[in-house]
């Protein structure tokens, strides 16, 4: 980073360490991690698999507890579950008995704030995902894209300005994962929040962030960080721009299975 850089820093690993002490022993999973998340940043964290990047996401959202280091998120340490933080996982995770509106609304009654006045932001928000008349669908009667689409909802309902994505689109076939990617760029253009996405897919990463961070095999540390520089709002045709190519090669060969 440079000194001169004065933009705000929304989520913070200080030589992060995780360890998980097991039956069979100590899993070194995640080993002097450093990075820095700045406000409004898009940054995509790719690596071989096993190497922690769920562990990293859970430790983010407080769901994990750190072995040593710190992690600070909007310059407050870590220590539990945390409200600023919407959170979607590979698979939507959508209770079954409940519709569409309902599972959106879920995190409000968790939190015991008033279904009604939120109502209306959940509308919103179906309607930002393209799911207008589908409010009242049960999970069961929606594809995997449309259901992901429910789960981005569910972790935009309290606003949180922070957006933690774990391997979100890897479950999608290839064309409903493009246009999810289109979807997501608007999302984060139009509400402006920080997002940490998780990916198997290097160009899905190149596509979407403005950083990719490239994590070694475990016990994972950072080997690159590629910034991307092309503009905004980006289209599919940019994936056959050379940049984007070489970029894509950059990324593929610093991950080492
Ligand atoms: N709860 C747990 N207990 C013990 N080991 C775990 C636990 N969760 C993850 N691990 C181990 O930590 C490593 C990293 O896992 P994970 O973060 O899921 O990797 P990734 O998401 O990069 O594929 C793996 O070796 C995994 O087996
Ligand atoms: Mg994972």
Redesign the pocket.
């Known amino acids: 980073m440079k000194s001169n850089d004065h933009r705000k820093v929304m989520i913070e690993f200080q030589a992060l360490e995780k360890t998980?002490r097991?039956s069979k022993g100590e899993?070194h999973?995640i080993e002097d991690l450093n990075i820095k998340i700045f406000d409004k940043e898009f940054v995509s964290v790719v690596?071989p698999?096993?190497?922690?990047?769920?562990?990293?996401l859970k430790i983010t959202s407080g769901l994990l507890p750190r072995t040593a280091g710190g992690v600070a998120v909007n310059g407050s340490p870590v220590d539990g579950p945390a409200k600023q933080i919407g959170m979607v996982f590979q698979n939507p995770v959508l209770l079954k008995w409940r519709t569409v509106l309902d599972n959106i609304l879920l995190p409000i009654e968790i939190l015991k704030l008033p279904r009604r006045s939120y109502q209306e932001k959940a509308m919103e928000l179906i309607k930002l995902v393209d799911l207008i008349g589908f409010e009242n669908f049960l999970p069961s009667e929606l594809s995997g894209g449309m259901q992901q689409r429910v789960s981005l909802c569910r972790a935009l309902i309290t606003d949180p300005p922070i957006l933690l994505m774990d391997e979100p689109f890897g479950s999608l076939d290839a064309l409903t994962r493009d246009d999810m990617n289109l979807e997501l760029q608007r999302i984060w253009e139009t509400k402006k929040k920080t997002v940490l996405f998780?990916t198997h897919s290097i160009p899905e990463a190149v596509f979407l962030s403005d950083r990719v961070v490239v994590l070694s095999p475990?016990p994972s540390k950072v080997v690159l960080t590629v910034d991307v520089n092309f503009k905004r709002p980006r289209e599919p045709s940019d994936k056959y721009e050379k940049e984007f190519g070489r970029l894509c090669t950059l990324l593929r060969s610093a991950i080492k299975k």
Request: net charge positive; with cysteine.
């Open positions: 998980f097991t899993v999973a690596g698999s096993g190497c922690g990047k769920t562990t990293l998780i475990r």
